[in-house]
Nanobody, 126 residues
Framework: HVQLVESGGGSVQTGGSLRLSCAAS????????MAWFRQAPGKEREGVGN????????????VKADSVKGRITISKDNAKKTLYLQMNSLKPEDTAMYYC????????????????WGQGTQVTVS
């Protein structure tokens, strides 16, 4: 039975760091596209980025500049069946519920393209 469980969220001050994890079970993550999404209060769920089975990472346009600066990094460990989202220099606008997802998306950063979702982990930056 497929399950995704996020962890690592919390309340941090501006400038702090968090590493979110998404533990997968019931399937082999190397065979799936995995992604991070986030949803801020009153806003639609938006893609942060995805990592393909072959390890290629694509970031959403909204965070692409942050990824280049190393502020946001997506990675995975196939052996541990875990997806990661490293976030540094956190800002209040990063406050959101963060979700991981797995699937075979035709459009990688569109939520409806993903079959499996975790329950989310809350990140609050103040």
């Amino acid at each position: 039975h497929v399950q995704l469980v996020e962890s690592g969220g919390g309340s941090v001050q501006t400038g702090g760091s968090l590493r979110l994890s998404c533990a997968a079970s019931g399937f082999t993550i190397r065979n799936y596209c995995m992604a991070w999404f986030r949803q801020a209060p009153g806003k639609e769920r938006e893609g942060v980025g995805n990592i393909r089975g072959d390890g290629i990472v694509t970031y959403a346009d909204s965070v692409k500049a942050d990824s280049v600066k190393g502020r946001i990094t997506i990675s995975k460990d196939n052996a541990k069946k875990t997806l990661y989202l490293q976030m540094n220099s956190l800002k209040p606008e990063d406050t959101a519920m963060y979700y991981c997802a797995a699937g075979f998306p035709l459009i990688p950063l569109v939520a409806r393209e993903y079959n499996y979702w975790g329950q989310g982990t809350q990140v609050t930056v103040s």
